[in-house]
């Protein structure tokens, strides 16, 4: 098959010229299709319609192991890798293994110090987005944790967990 049409980018090609419109999308930085509901857009037409189902709550892919129902393929493929154990992704630094690539990158970010999430308020930095929002929380006064006894707020989970010593009678 000839390769007729090619990027002026990178000079990949394809056979087709809508191939390679779709694919200058990435170069552009376009992203020409948008959902009615939230506004979020996307490069692709596919990628649009496979967001929509989060809105829908349609759930095309099903595991058959334990029934659990996915809106896109690749989280039942980790579901499956869940079930079997396998672990294709390992860190080449301490052999860590993982059941998906993200969760990877993610893990590298240990041995490599990179943290890319940063404080628009402090500028401090984190290695993951689960840390940084627990952060924001210092700067806005959200306590999301209630102790149930004596109804003090906290910020992190853990510290309610540590406060509930206090009632329990066990030590810190």
Do not use: W
């Not at 401090?124 to 102790?147: D, P, W």
């Amino acid at each position: 098959m000839e390769r007729d049409y090619s990027c002026e980018v990178c000079n990949k090609a394809y056979s087709r010229k809508s191939q390679l419109v779709r694919h200058q999308l990435i170069h552009s930085g376009e992203k020409p299709y948008s959902c009615e509901v939230c506004n979020k857009a996307f490069r692709y037409r596919s990628s649009l319609i496979t967001h929509q189902r989060i809105h829908s709550g349609e759930r095309l892919y099903s595991c058959e192991v334990c029934n659990k129902a996915f809106s896109k393929r690749s989280p039942l493929i980790t579901q499956y890798r869940i079930h079997s154990g396998e672990k294709p992704y390992s860190c080449e630094v301490c052999n860590k293994a993982f059941n998906k690539q993200s969760s990877l990158i993610t893990h590298q970010r240990i041995h490599s110090g990179e943290r890319p999430y940063t404080c628009n308020v402090c500028n401090k930095a984190f290695n993951y987005l689960s840390n940084l929002v627990t952060h924001q929380r210092i700067h806005s006064g959200e306590r999301l944790y209630s102790c149930q006894v004596c109804n003090k707020a906290f910020s992190k989970k853990s510290r309610l967990i540590r406060h509930q010593l206090i009632h329990s009678g066990e030590t810190v």
